[in-house]
C-alpha cells in the first residue's frame, strides 16, 4: 500500500509560481512511476506530468512545458511539481499519483494509475 499526501495549493495571480509537493509513503518506490493529474471544474481529470522514481526521466502535456517542472527527492520520498508562468486555464484541482511502469517515459492514464493522492486546489486568477 501507498500512502500519498499532497501540499502546497492556493491561489495566485497569472504570471505567478507555485510548488506542490507530494510525499510518499509505504512501498519501494523504485518500482513506481510518479506524476501529476489535474481536474478543472466540469472537465475529466487529465494528465500533466510524470517522473520515473529511479531514472528521474520525465514526461510532459504540451501545454505545460517550459512552465511547470517535476522533480523528486530520494531522501525524502517527495515528488514536487514546480509551476511558473500560471495562466488561468492552470485552475484545477492536483492529484499526485502512481503507477507500475516505473520505466515509462510517457503518458501515465486514469487506467494505469493504482494510488491516488486527496488533491490539492490550485487557483489562478485573471
Known amino acids: 500500500q501507498v500512502q500519498l499526501v499532497e501540499s502546497g495549493g492556493g491561489l495566485v495571480q497569472a504570471g505567478g509560481s507555485l510548488r506542490l509537493s507530494c510525499a510518499a509513503s509505504g512501498r519501494t518506490f523504485s518500482r513506481y512511476r510518479m506524476g501529476w493529474f489535474r481536474q478543472a471544474p466540469g472537465k475529466e481529470r487529465e494528465f500533466v506530468a510524470a517522473?520515473?522514481?529511479?531514472?528521474?526521466?520525465?514526461y510532459y502535456i504540451d501545454s505545460v512545458k517550459g512552465r511547470f517542472t517535476i522533480s523528486r527527492d530520494k531522501a525524502k520520498n517527495t515528488v514536487y511539481l514546480q509551476m511558473n508562468s500560471l495562466k488561468p486555464e492552470d485552475t484545477a484541482v492536483y492529484y499526485c499519483?502512481?503507477?507500475?511502469?516505473?520505466?515509462?517515459?510517457?503518458?501515465?492514464?486514469?487506467?494505469?494509475?493504482?494510488?491516488w493522492g486527496q488533491g490539492t486546489q490550485v487557483t489562478v486568477s485573471s
Open positions: 517522473i520515473t522514481w529511479s531514472a528521474g526521466s520525465t
Open positions: 499519483a502512481v503507477d507500475l511502469y516505473p520505466y515509462s517515459i510517457t503518458t501515465m492514464t486514469l487506467a494505469g494509475v493504482h494510488y
